[in-house]
């Protein structure tokens, strides 16, 4: 089992990012105080502080799309995925990218959507059929040189 990571980042409502990360994504809240509060992000930990959310810009290119960058989120077996697809998307969330594959048939095939909390910052949900291709190299990309 890897171990958890650890992400703390800013909001700007709480209240907002409760029923989001709680009700829509169905993340278990754990501690809070009145300017923060954490919660079980697929097993990992994640900590929303009140304030001015990411700057973001889509300047980070994977396959053919442009992505917002920073961005952080989470990788799950496929049918764990595809179930969260399917809530978001009958919830009607915006997505920035709506739920595709990527890299189909390829080295590292994975399904992908990315969407923002209400805060605006930007989530990307990664779906895996194969869990060893999450950190498979991919032998026509090119090697990358130091600068």
Request: glycine share 8%.
């Amino acid at each position: 089992m890897m171990p958890p990571f650890h992400f703390a980042y800013h909001v700007d409502d709480l209240m907002a990012a409760r029923a989001f990360y709680g009700g829509l994504l169905g993340c278990a809240e754990g501690r809070s105080t009145e300017t923060w509060v954490d919660f079980d992000f697929f097993g990992h930990q994640i900590s929303l502080h009140f304030g001015v959310p990411f700057a973001i810009a889509n300047t980070g290119k994977v396959g053919n799309h442009l992505v917002p960058m920073p961005h952080f989120g989470v990788v799950l077996p496929y049918a764990a995925w595809r179930a969260l697809a399917d809530r978001l998307e009958e919830a009607k969330t915006f997505f920035l990218l709506a739920p595709s594959v990527r890299f189909e048939g390829e080295a590292g095939e994975q399904w992908t959507m990315f969407f923002t909390d209400p805060a605006g910052n930007p989530i990307e949900m990664k779906g895996f059929r194969d869990a060893a291709q999450i950190f498979v190299k991919d032998s026509n990309m090119p090697e990358a040189t130091p600068a």
